[in-house]
């Protein structure tokens, strides 16, 4: 249902934009959002899209990262800029089916995608 892609290796400072292609019945009135898990932590929400295009973002990321969402094609973007070695993760995709209204509460999303692995140096 979730597919992503766009990871790999940079050096920090530099910039990686992540893509999850959502299939099947994942539509527009789903909220999407990105959540990362590095080893030995918890997973953890990195920036949600709600169904009224309201951006949320974690304090580690704001300014930095930013989501978007081309409903046309079904895909949702990460844009991740001036990356930090504390920024390796794998990072994973979600959908929080409706109502929702657009969390970092990992419970709310029931579809996942199978992640990539982005390695900041």
């Known amino acids: 249902q979730l597919v992503e892609s766009g990871g790999g290796s940079v050096q920090a400072g530099g910039s990686l934009r992540l893509s999850c292609v959502a299939s099947?019945?994942?539509?527009?009135?789903?909220?999407m959002g990105w959540f990362r898990q590095a080893p030995g932590k918890r997973r953890e929400g990195v920036a949600v899209?709600?169904?009224?295009?309201?951006?949320i973002y974690s304090d580690s990321v704001k300014g930095r990262f930013s989501i978007s969402r081309d409903n046309a094609n079904n895909v949702l973007y990460l844009q991740m800029n001036n990356l930090k070695p504390e920024d390796t993760a794998v990072y994973y995709c979600?959908?929080?089916?409706?109502?929702?209204?657009?969390?970092?509460?990992?419970?709310?999303?029931?579809?996942w995608g199978q992640g990539t692995q982005v390695t900041v140096s």
């Open positions: 099947g019945h994942i539509k527009r009135r789903y909220c």
């Open positions: 979600a959908a929080d089916p409706p109502p929702c209204s657009g969390s970092f509460f990992t419970s709310k999303y029931i579809y």
């Open positions: 899209l709600n169904t009224n295009g309201r951006e």
